[in-house]
T-cell receptor, first 112, second 114 residues
Framework: SQQGEEDPQALSIQEGENATMNCSYKTSINNLQWYRQNSGRGLVHLIL?????REKHSGRLRVTLDTSKKSSSLLITASRAADTASYFC????????????FGQGTRLTINP | NAGVTQTPKFQVLKTGQSMTLQCAQDMNHEYMSWYRQDPGMGLRLIHY???????DQGEVPNGYNVSRSTTEDFPLRLLSAAPSQTSVYFC?????????????FGPGTRLTVL
């Protein structure tokens, strides 16, 4: 069964606005990752946050992790049309685990 | 480096036919995996491999076989295709000794079973 549940399932905003997506998971984790998937393409790794970290930044991306609530959020600031994609969270249950467990994804649309 | 490559990009099968989806990576990654993605859903793990000669089942293995004779290649075989196997299939690879488990994905194979 899938570990993560993402909220919202779809999000539509205007270019320049910030986009926030949330991910909840069920079991303990070693790290949580966010991936982007453009339409008709494979997934691309965006950012990873470890279980002992609370916040991480990469360019216009900001990820937070609350292990007590088993939740994470991905914030994209100053959105661009090119950010239109589906975003997935994926969890790694322990270090060296042999698989990722993906959420269902959030479909983000940036309107020009 | 080409990264992870998959062939074919598109395939249409009739119920009962068999076929092999090809996956290759040139990053010398020990781990490889196959996922399927259905509309409105995330990726579900079919099979994975932690090295040549070693494979294991994922979440949805029924109807699929894999083998790993080399580090580079990880083919996925559909033994007798069913309409329920209509999906987009992704292959991924990653380094065994990475503490990050970041996976690298191929572009996918879109399979339709009639």
């Amino acid at each position: 069964s899938q570990q993560g549940e993402e909220d919202p399932q779809a999000l539509s905003i205007q270019e320049g606005e910030n986009a926030t997506m949330n991910c909840s998971y069920k079991t303990s984790i070693n790290n949580l990752q966010w991936y982007r998937q453009n339409s008709g393409r494979g997934l691309v790794h965006l950012i990873l946050i470890r279980s002992n970290e609370r916040e991480k930044h990469s360019g216009r991306l900001r990820v937070t992790l609350d292990t007590s609530k088993k939740s994470s959020s991905l914030l994209i600031t100053a959105s661009r049309a090119a950010d239109t994609a589906s975003y997935f969270c994926a969890t790694v249950p322990f270090q060296g685990a042999q698989k990722l467990v993906f959420g269902q994804g959030t479909r983000l649309t940036i309107n020009p | 480096n080409a990264g992870v490559t998959q062939t074919p990009k598109f395939q249409v099968l009739k119920t009962g036919q068999s076929m092999t989806l090809q996956c290759a990576q040139d990053m010398n990654h020990e781990y490889m995996s196959w996922y399927r993605q259905d509309p409105g859903m995330g990726l579900r793990l079919i099979h994975y491999s932690v090295g040549a000669g070693i494979t294991d089942q994922g979440e949805v293995p029924n109807g699929y076989n894999v083998s790993r004779s080399t580090t580079e290649d990880f083919p996925l075989r559909l033994l007798s295709a069913a309409p329920s196997q209509t999906s987009v299939y992704f292959c991924a690879s990653w380094q065994r000794h990475s503490s990050y488990n970041e996976q690298f994905f191929g572009p996918g194979t879109r399979l339709t079973v009639l």
